[in-house]
């Protein structure tokens, strides 16, 4: 996908990347989707705090290599944003969350403990395949 906005980013987020846009006072952006048999994705809005909803714009790209994977009994858990058993990934300036890509083995099931109440929490949970 190609992302393009008013503040001259100009971005493409391949297979399992991730971009995180604040809208703040606004943003005018686009994406590109390319022509694919099959294309899978996923978009989180978060409602910024009152006191924020002015503030300035800004667009961050993360990279593959930037989201720390842990591997789990039964599968794997990459940190999209936050932190998870003591490895930290991404995060943002305004919302405290985080936001997991979890892969879970046929036949086998992940248990993730709970976080602080502080804490927003949110999973992408995949079987694998193949």
Not at 49 to 69: C, F, L, V, W
Not at 81 to 101: C, E, L, W
Request: charged share 25%.
């Amino acid at each position: 996908m190609k992302h393009k906005d008013n503040l001259g980013f100009e971005d493409t987020v391949e297979d399992g990347e991730v971009q995180w846009m604040t809208a703040g006072s606004g943003i005018i952006h686009e994406e590109q989707l390319p022509a694919s048999e099959r294309m899978l994705g996923v978009q989180l809005w978060l409602n910024l705090p009152a006191k924020d909803k002015m503030t300035k714009p800004a667009y961050r790209s993360i990279k593959r290599d930037q989201i720390p994977e842990v591997e789990l009994e039964g599968g794997r858990l990459r940190i999209l944003a936050g932190s998870y058993d003591g490895q930290q990934g991404v995060q943002g300036n305004y919302q405290p969350i985080d936001y997991y890509d979890i892969t879970v083995e046929p036949g086998k099931t992940v248990t993730i403990p709970q976080r602080r109440a502080d804490r927003r929490c949110c999973f992408l949970c995949w079987g694998m395949y193949g």
